[in-house]
């Protein structure tokens, strides 16, 4: 089945800072999506993109469907930012509706 | 809309006892997922239903769990007997036709 890889693992920011989440897959996507669980354990979804950029506020991501690869960026980071960012696809070509779900990034953010 | 709405948020039971874990997703919304996260194996699907049938419940660990939907908006998922290594936060989500959103989570505590 499809493969999804995270890096970095986990992530250590000071306020302000930004950085680049990258979630690289082993073939074709109908649906990626990006969803961050906060430190209370909701799962919160953040992006629908299979393809393109899209961006909300303080974050925005892009998928490079060709090259197998969805990267979410976060700017002016802060504390409400901290938890887990998953990335999760559908596999083109497969009769379902199966997210796969990457391992995670955890980032911290400290004041 | 009220998000997907999961009950009860905690519960702490007894090895050997029923569980059951309600859900009512979105309205509209045409599949519902039963997921199940821990530490050691991170976020599995165990179960998703589309327009009220179970589709593909490959990820349902042993015949002590079942589930069940009997109408759009309503979904139950079984454990009986509970065993400790059943503890764990289980996630509802539900979709049109592509976002998954997620529901609070229960979270399941078998002594």
């Known amino acids: 089945g499809i493969q999804v890889e995270q890096s970095p693992p986990d992530l250590i920011l000071q306020e302000g800072a930004n950085s680049t989440l990258r979630c690289n897959f082993s073939d074709s996507v109908n649906n990626l999506q990006w969803f961050h669980q906060n430190p209370w354990g909701q799962l919160i979804n953040l992006f629908y993109i299979p393809s393109g950029t899209k961006q909300n506020g303080r974050l925005s991501a892009t998928t490079v469907a060709t090259e197998r690869y969805s990267l979410l960026y976060i700017s002016s980071s802060q504390t409400t930012d901290s938890g887990v960012y998953f990335c999760a696809v559908i596999g083109r070509g497969g009769a379902t509706n199966k997210l796969i779900f990457g391992t995670g990034t955890l980032l911290a953010v400290q004041p | 809309d009220a998000g997907v709405i999961q009950s009860p948020r905690h519960e702490v039971t007894e090895m050997g006892q029923e569980v059951t874990l309600r859900c009512k997703p979105i309205s509209g919304h045409n599949s519902l997922f039963w997921y199940r996260q821990t530490m050691m194996r991170g976020l599995e699907l165990l179960i998703y239903f589309n327009n009220n049938v179970p589709i593909d419940d490959s990820g349902m660990p042993e015949d002590r769990f079942s589930a069940k939907m009997p109408n759009a908006s309503f979904s139950t998922l079984k454990i009986q007997p509970s065993e400790p290594r059943d503890s764990a936060v289980y996630f509802c989500?539900?979709?049109?036709?592509?976002?998954?959103?997620f529901g609070p989570g229960t979270r399941l505590t078998v002594l």
């Open positions: 989500a539900s979709s049109g036709w592509d976002t998954q959103y």
